[in-house]
Structures are given as C-alpha cells and as structure tokens.
C-alpha cells in the first residue's frame, strides 16, 4: 500500500493511547518531526514515514486503504487438535510453512523426545529436509536423541520444566498441556517480533549454561 498518511499516524497513536513522545521514543523519529508531520506543516520524506509504519506494525496494528487502521487480527493464534492431527502437528505445520526454504531455525525449550510418536518424527523430517535447523534445550541427562548431540543442551539440573515451547521467525508457541498430564490441550502462538527476541535472547542465555549431551 501506499505510505501512510497524517491521519493515520494520529489515529494509530490513538488506538495504542501512545503520546508523540512515545512514538519518536520507538520509531526513532524525533517528536518535533512527528508534531509537524501530523499539523501537515512538512511532507516527510518515505524513509521517515516507512520507519513510523513499521513501528506501529510491529505493535500489532495494519493500514488498510481509505486512510484506515486497525488491529491485526493474527497476532494470537489457538491450536487445537481436531479429529485428523493433534496440535502438535499443526505447529510442526506452521512451523514448515513459515520457515520453508528460509534455512532458519527453531529454538526449543523443554523437550523431551522420548514422547515423541512416529507421525512428529515424521513431520520433524520434512522440516529438516528443507533445510530448517533446530536446537533443543533438554531435560539433564536425557539421552534419548534423535538429532546431533551439538544440536543439545541440558538444562542445568532442577530447572526443566513441562512447557514445552517454540521460537521461530518471528513467532513464539507455548504448549498448554491437560491438567495432570503430558497430553496436549491446545499450543498457544503469538505472531510479535519483539515477544520472539526476547524468547530468541532467554534461549540463548540458558544455553551458554547448559552442557552438550554426552
């Protein structure tokens, strides 16, 4: 679409109760420019314009035509199983579509493969046929691994937990499990960038601590 207009910057700000000070804080975009750009006083250049687009973008709102904005409606989205795939798969699914022929990779948190049924090996095939790279954090002193040890890391002793959860692109999963069990209820994804880095920035951190599978 085209660049954004003056009205859509003013209602944007609206929609996100952010002040022009807090615009130019996370665009980058000092707040003079902002205030003039919004009177009309200058027509700024596409460069400045694209920046504060994308700032609103990345917090969840789209432009559409008609000088209108609105929120995005897949920033949040439910997995849950249906009679012909657990949700599981359908992660494996939107993991694949996401990543294909990217060669990036997923970042898992909590795994533990030995409950991994042959149709998720399967799918986890493809994926990685593709090109797709993983890295698993792992439960201390699980052996039972499909990939690499170098793929790996255990978790420092005492600190795995029963969450299992994705970072990818820029999305991040969580699976919620049926209370008292390792059965899958639903896998929560959350479409943010800035939600995904940080996830992306906590990985990293527990893995310089833990030690490659032996």
């Known amino acids: 679409?085209?660049?954004?207009?003056?009205?859509?910057?003013?209602?944007?700000?609206?929609?996100?109760?952010?002040?022009?000070k807090v615009l130019a804080e996370n665009s980058g975009v000092s707040e003079p420019t902002i205030k003039l750009i919004e009177l009309g006083r200058i027509n700024s250049t596409p460069d400045t314009l694209g920046r504060i687009q994308s700032t609103f973008e990345n917090a969840g709102l789209e432009f559409v035509l008609q000088k209108g904005v609105r929120f995005r409606d897949d920033l949040v989205t439910i997995?849950?199983?249906?009679?012909?795939?657990?949700?599981?798969?359908?992660?494996?699914?939107?993991i694949y579509y996401t990543l294909k022929g990217s060669g990036d990779?997923?970042?898992?948190?909590?795994?533990?493969?030995?409950l991994s049924p042959p149709e998720v090996v399967a799918?986890?095939?493809?994926i990685r046929d593709d090109g797709i790279r993983y890295r698993s954090l792992i439960r201390y002193g699980d052996d039972n691994l499909i990939h690499p040890p170098s793929e790996y890391r255990w978790i420092p002793k005492g600190h795995f937990l029963h969450n299992l959860s994705a970072v990818y692109a820029d999305k991040f999963a969580t699976v919620v499990n049926k209370p008292g069990s390792t059965d899958?209820?639903?896998?929560?994804?959350?479409?943010?960038?800035?939600?995904?880095?940080?996830?992306?920035s906590e990985f990293e951190i527990i893995w310089s601590l833990g030690k490659t599978p032996v």
């Open 1 to 20: 679409m085209e660049m954004i207009v003056r009205e859509q910057i003013k209602a944007a700000r609206a929609m996100l109760d952010w002040s022009q």
């Open 123 to 126: 799918k986890e095939k493809i």
């Open 79 to 94: 997995l849950e199983g249906r009679e012909d795939a657990n949700p599981f798969l359908l992660l494996l699914d939107d």
């Open 184 to 200: 899958v209820e639903k896998i929560i994804v959350i479409r943010d960038r800035t939600i995904a880095d940080m996830k992306r």
């Open 105 to 114: 990779e997923v970042l898992w948190s909590f795994v533990e493969e030995g």
